[in-house]
């Protein structure tokens, strides 16, 4: 039973607007939480993280937002940008783990 | 040489082959993975090596068979695959488990035909 859900499998929006993509996850004893960002031919690239101990964190112009009581994060991407372009998964994994559980990832598309 | 390095990045096997994917880091990392991505799945955890020790193994069939002779080189070795083994093959490291990121490779493509 999949752990980590995204469940949009795509995103458009246009060149400076706000981009939010969300993750759900069933696991309670997750408590920290990670995006990824993948371009085709290449491997996923660590983003942004962020530690159950904290609701947001914020890195230029990416921000992750974390609601434990929902069991709900979303990451934030604003202005987006063209280069944006890429699919997104999201991960989680609990202090004693070692597997990332992975989303299935949403795909976003910034358009000019 | 820089982050996680994979070679071959691409490769067709027949079903009798036996063939090795190679990991490589240079992040001075303790821990390192290998992950498969099949067409509209997660990414699924396959192994898991800290400090050279196999400490995670997700029930892979032994067709599957992995190799870590070092803290910085990780080897999947491949015998009598099937075709729905075809996927992206990813490999990872991290510093160690729990909350740290892990820095994943480009991966290799694998087709068995």
């Known amino acids: 039973d999949q752990q980590v859900k995204q469940n949009s499998p795509s995103l458009s929006v246009q060149e400076g607007r706000i981009s939010i993509l969300n993750c759900d996850y069933t696991?309670?004893?997750?408590?920290?939480f990670l995006w990824y960002k993948k371009y085709p031919a290449e491997g996923p690239t660590f983003l942004i993280s962020?530690?159950?101990?904290?609701d947001k964190n914020e890195d230029g112009r990416f921000t992750v937002f974390l609601n434990k009581s929902a069991k709900h994060l979303s990451l934030h991407i604003v202005p987006s940008q063209p280069g944006d372009s890429a699919v997104y998964f999201c991960?989680?994994?609990?202090?004693?783990?070692?597997?990332?559980?992975f989303g299935k990832g949403t795909s976003l598309l910034v358009t000019p | 040489e820089t982050g996680v390095t994979q070679t071959p990045r691409h490769l067709v096997m027949g079903m009798t082959n036996k063939k090795s994917l190679k990991c490589e880091q240079h992040?001075?990392?303790?821990?390192m993975y290998w992950y498969k991505q099949s067409a509209k799945k997660p990414l699924e955890l396959m192994f898991v090596?800290?400090?050279?020790?196999?400490?995670e193994n997700n029930s892979v069939p032994s067709r599957f068979s992995p190799e870590c002779p070092n803290s910085s080189h990780l080897f999947l070795h491949l015998h009598t695959l099937q075709p729905e083994d075809s996927a992206l093959y990813l490999c990872?490291?991290?510093?160690?488990?729990?909350?740290?990121?892990?820095?994943f490779g480009p991966g290799t493509r694998l087709t068995v035909t």
């Open positions: 990872a490291s991290s510093q160690g488990q729990g909350r740290y990121e892990q820095y």
């Open positions: 696991n309670s004893m997750f408590d920290y």
């Open positions: 962020i530690s159950s101990i904290k």
């Open positions: 991960a989680a994994i609990s202090n004693s783990g070692y597997a990332l559980n």
């Open positions: 992040l001075g990392h303790n821990a």
């Open positions: 090596y800290s400090l050279e020790e196999r400490v």
